[in-house]
């Protein structure tokens, strides 16, 4: 299960809704062996495309010194679908390689109209895809 702050869902939607129509992507830090997400961290996705989304790689690579520095890891990492629901497609699964980590999407697809987004969080692992509850929470 995934337990996080309103918060985050806030700003993880917000990211979404304003990168649509490319998918938004980040990640939220937590402090190592904690599974305890805390500290926001949008990225740019280099791809700039509302199909797939891709992590730069030198921000990559400095985002994970500065997490080591901090004694952090990714505990969740995120991306939106803009135009399907919030499911991992073949290649969300492919590039999944933190299986400690909870992979959230969210769908800025308006499909009903009413301006809704799904929020779901998976677990990846060995391309496994388990989907897990959702547990938001005022505050730790």
Do not use: W
Not at 125 to 134: A, F, L, S, Y
Request: contains cysteine; hydrophobic residues 35%.
């Amino acid at each position: 299960m995934l337990t996080i702050t309103q918060a985050l869902v806030d700003q993880i939607v917000a990211h979404a809704r304003k990168d649509h129509p490319d998918e938004a992507c980040g990640v939220v830090a937590g402090p190592a062996g904690s599974d305890r997400p805390e500290r926001f961290i949008p990225m740019l996705n280099a791809a700039m495309s509302p199909t797939f989304y891709e992590f730069d790689s030198g921000d990559l690579l400095k985002l994970y010194r500065e997490m080591d520095d901090r004694d952090e890891e990714p505990v969740v990492i995120y991306h939106s679908h803009t135009a399907t629901e919030a499911y991992p497609s073949r290649t969300d699964i492919s590039y999944a390689n933190e299986p400690g980590a909870h992979y959230v999407l969210v769908s800025t697809a308006d499909t009903d109209g009413l301006g809704d987004f799904q929020f779901r969080s998976y677990r990846i692992v060995d391309g496994e895809v388990t989907e897990e509850d959702v547990k938001i929470v005022a505050a730790y």
